[in-house]
T-cell receptor
Framework: QKEVEQNSGPLSVPEGAIASLNCTYSDRGSQSFFWYRQYSGKSPELIMSIYSNGDKEDGRFTAQLNKASQYVSLLIRDSQPSDSATYLCAVKEAGTASKLTFGTGTRLQVTL | SQTIHQWPATLVQPVGSPLSLECTVEGTSNPNLYWYRQAAGRGLQLLFYSVGIGQISSEVPQNLSASRPQDRQFILSSKKLLLSDSGFYLC??????????FGQGTRLTVV
């Protein structure tokens, strides 16, 4: 059973601070990694994808991947109240284009 | 551009009643299609996926079934709903872009 683990939170950060969200996965052969944001009562929306070791930046968001440690993280700089949501880590299983395994998500609260 | 439509947005059904949720994708051909369920406060559970017309893979034994009668249509069904079928049902699609895009979801409450 492929697993994706996340701390459920809530992770509380003050407005303007950096939020750091972490995820570990069990399938060592996984090649594709995604971060989704889900507001309460809404469907998940893709915010970042990462395929290679290292960092990938997009605006205030930075995804980090370490395949040796089987670890993915998402940094949100200058956190805003509108960033308050649940962040889902998702991993595409190796050897198939057909399965994406999600973590249970980390709830982020950005406080004023 | 590609869009995904899922309906209805909310549904309240009595125990033992049938269910039919529909999902369609526009602007792409031969997408991979998925049904997920998200129970309250829990993660996304993959229920079914399809890589082509008539091709359905089931991930968990359950009271539900899925069908793909057309290339861009995916239907989730049940003959008799159980209380445990309550949840947030999400349809998603993927293709060459590599990531999954979700529909708006259906919140199902079985009473």
């Amino acid at each position: 059973q492929k697993e994706v683990e996340q701390n459920s939170g809530p992770l509380s950060v003050p407005e303007g601070a950096i939020a750091s969200l972490n995820c570990t996965y069990s399938d060592r052969g996984s090649q594709s990694f995604f971060w989704y944001r889900q507001y309460s009562g809404k469907s998940p929306e893709l915010i970042m994808s990462i395929y290679s070791n290292g960092d990938k930046e997009d605006g205030r968001f930075t995804a980090q991947l370490n395949k040796a440690s089987q670890y993915v993280s998402l940094l949100i700089r200058d956190s805003q109240p509108s960033d308050s949501a649940t962040y889902l880590c998702a991993v595409k299983e190796a050897g198939t284009a057909s399965k994406l395994t999600f973590g249970t998500g980390t709830r982020l609260q950005v406080t004023l | 551009s590609q869009t995904i439509h899922q309906w209805p947005a909310t549904l309240v059904q009595p125990v033992g009643s049938p269910l039919s949720l529909e999902c369609t994708v526009e602007g792409t051909s031969n997408p991979n299609l998925y049904w997920y369920r998200q129970a309250a406060g829990r993660g996304l559970q993959l229920l079914f996926y399809s890589v082509g017309i008539g091709q359905i893979s089931s991930e968990v034994p359950q009271n539900l079934s899925a069908s793909r009668p057309q290339d861009r249509q995916f239907i989730l069904s049940s003959k008799k709903l159980l209380l445990s079928d309550s949840g947030f049902y999400l349809c998603a699609w993927s293709a060459s872009q590599g990531f999954w895009t979700f529909g708006q979801g259906t919140r199902l409450t079985v009473v």
